[in-house]
């Protein structure tokens, strides 16, 4: 499914099928036709240094995924290089920013207890090269569908998404071996724990991860609400 628009959220919504009580927000920057970076984002954003502004459009994305789940409250949520987002109290989320733009997603925290996203552009060959050993054992890569760059790609956005739900209950990200992905489908990827994580992922439990792809980047989603055991 081709996506040109630069804020698809509507159509991210009905294709992804998220749970209800879930909100989902993203920006993107779009290829075709080339428009200015960030053109989705209020002026004063735009404005800031290149450095910040992926960050600061992740916040702006996690302001209205608050907002589309439910939350009416005006605290903001504070982003920074080093560990997760902080939530307003009662909220969960999760935001992801790259060169094509920036998501989120957001609950209360009782409706999903872990969330994880992931908006990333396809690896390049040489890029699927060198994660490839990274990224998964060669057991995990013959549960795949095929070994291709496309669903490298998938499976790494997907590992991403993961880390990000996983990092603020072990207090640190896991490796990305340490989740091991059994099967796929044209919808999901399903994983399991391939290190102990109890309580938060039990042996046997199965994970899966939601995702989408247009050839022009990649979008991953992970909740508990949508988990099967």
């Known amino acids: 499914m081709a996506v040109r628009?630069?804020?698809?959220?509507?159509?991210?919504?009905?294709?992804?099928?998220?749970?209800a009580g879930m909100g989902i927000d993203v920006g993107l920057?779009?290829?075709?036709?080339?428009?200015?970076p960030y053109h989705w984002l209020p002026s004063r954003i735009r404005q800031a240094s290149s450095k910040r502004r992926p960050a600061l459009a992740a916040s702006f994305c996690a302001r209205r995924a608050l907002s589309r789940a439910g939350y009416a409250g005006t605290a903001k949520v504070k982003t920074g290089p080093d560990g997760p987002a902080i939530w307003p109290e009662g909220w969960t989320g999760s935001i992801g920013c790259a060169d094509i733009g920036a998501v989120a997603v957001a609950a209360?925290?009782?409706?999903?207890?872990?969330?994880?996203?992931?908006?990333?552009?396809?690896?390049?060959?040489?890029?699927?090269?060198w994660l490839e050993p990274l990224l998964a054992t060669r057991a995990e890569l013959e549960a795949l569908t095929s070994r291709s760059t496309e669903t490298l790609s998938l499976l790494y956005s997907a590992k991403e998404a993961l880390q990000r739900a996983l990092q603020p209950l072990l207090g640190e990200i896991p490796d990305y071996q340490a989740?091991?992905?059994?099967?796929?489908?044209?919808?999901?990827?399903w994983f399991e724990p391939a290190v102990d994580m109890d309580p938060h992922w039990p042996a046997q439990r199965l994970v899966k991860v939601r995702y989408l792809s247009t050839g022009e980047w990649v979008l991953t989603v992970v909740a508990s609400l949508q988990q099967i055991d």
């Open 108 to 129: 209360p925290s009782h409706a999903g207890e872990w969330l994880g996203v992931d908006l990333s552009v396809p690896l390049t060959e040489l890029q699927r090269r």
């Open 5 to 19: 628009e630069s804020r698809p959220d509507r159509v991210l919504l009905q294709t992804l099928r998220l749970p």
């Open 29 to 36: 920057n779009g290829t075709v036709p080339p428009p200015a």
């Open 179 to 189: 989740m091991r992905c059994v099967r796929m489908d044209g919808e999901w990827l």
